[in-house]
């Protein structure tokens, strides 16, 4: 690394490939769409992106193939400022994701780790005094989990503040929920959280008063604080402060692809800035927002004169 970041990513590095449909097939169905753009991605790429666009010292660490998708990623990431001292080659191909995205701004997606699978614990151990001096840092799932749990447990025990983005979902260990400060989920995957179902409810009065409720359920789960983004309708956060409402601006959408990913890679920066977390959530609520009238992920992502105010 040539320089010491305040935010360190440890997460996915991915091809997106997008095809956009007038709808989502169905079981066994085959329906024709545009052609196929790609697009650098990945959650980890994704969040050191959004944070280094910010203006943030970010660094990723993470793993990519000796092939044309990994010198996409490289490139991206050196376009944002991001440090790529701990992005490794290995031998596996780069990840891929594959994207389908609807009129509607919505999109399903299935991931392919490729590399991202080859991130391992001697990887994070290797890092040790980048990820010490750090200030935060920053994970999500789409690494082996061991990896996540070796990380998680190796900042916080240098002090250094934990934000987790728990997905894709999957389950954590009470240990490593109890250093996590905050837990980030969107709505399902509180539900999961939980074992509870979605609720479908929609008026915004019951989305607030539930969606308080929620938080503080999953922070007695264990985690010190946490953050439930509810896409369009903001966020909720709960720490020892309290839980807090957030508003998210209202735009038109056009891509949500990587939209979570920016609201965490923008959290990180109003943290590390030593912001509150209801005042870092309502900022990465902004960035989103911004980033979600634009097509892409890692393109969408906006600098900090960009974001709507």
């Known amino acids: 690394m040539n320089r010491r970041a305040d935010v360190v990513v440890v997460g996915s590095a991915n091809a997106d490939l997008v095809v ?44 990519v193939g000796a092939d044309q998708y990994g010198e996409l990623l490289r490139e991206s990431l050196r376009s944002a400022n991001v440090d790529t001292g701990l992005l490794r080659t290995a031998r596996r191909p780069t990840g891929n994701a594959f994207i389908t995205l609807t009129p509607d701004g919505e999109n ?18 290797a890092a040790s005094p980048e990820v010490a001096a750090a200030k935060v840092i920053v994970l999500s799932l789409e690494i082996p989990l061991e990896t996540v749990r070796h990380a998680v447990e190796a900042a ?16 954590l260990d009470e240990a490593t929920l109890r250093r996590l400060d905050p837990l980030v989920v969107n709505e399902h995957e509180a539900a999961w959280l939980l074992g509870e179902q979605d609720d479908p409810s929609t008026s915004d ?27 369009p309708r903001g966020a909720v956060t709960s720490d020892e402060d309290g839980t807090t409402v957030i508003d998210a601006p209202e735009v038109r959408a056009v891509d949500s692809t990587g939209a979570g990913d920016a609201f965490a890679g923008a959290l990180a920066v109003g943290l590390a800035a030593d912001r509150s977390l209801s005042d870092a959530a309502a900022f990465a609520a902004r960035v989103a927002a911004t980033a979600v009238t634009r097509v892409g992920a890692q393109p969408s992502y906006p600098t900090s004169e960009e974001v709507i105010s």
């Open 156 to 171: 916080s025990s240098a002090g250094v503040r934990v934000l987790l983005n728990l997905s894709p979902v999957a389950p």
């Open 205 to 231: 009065d019951a989305v607030a008063e539930r969606f308080i409720d929620v938080a503080r359920r999953l922070r007695e789960l264990g985690p010190r604080s946490v953050v439930v983004t509810l896409g």
């Open 20 to 63: 956009t449909v007038a709808r989502r097939p169905s079981a066994g169905e085959t329906v024709l769409g545009d052609d196929v753009t790609t697009i650098p991605g990945g959650k980890g790429a994704n969040q050191a992106v959004a944070a280094g666009r910010l203006g943030a010292s970010v660094a990723l660490l993470g793993a």
């Open 108 to 125: 399903t997606i299935v991931v392919s780790p490729g590399a991202n699978a080859s991130v391992l614990p001697a990887d994070v151990a």
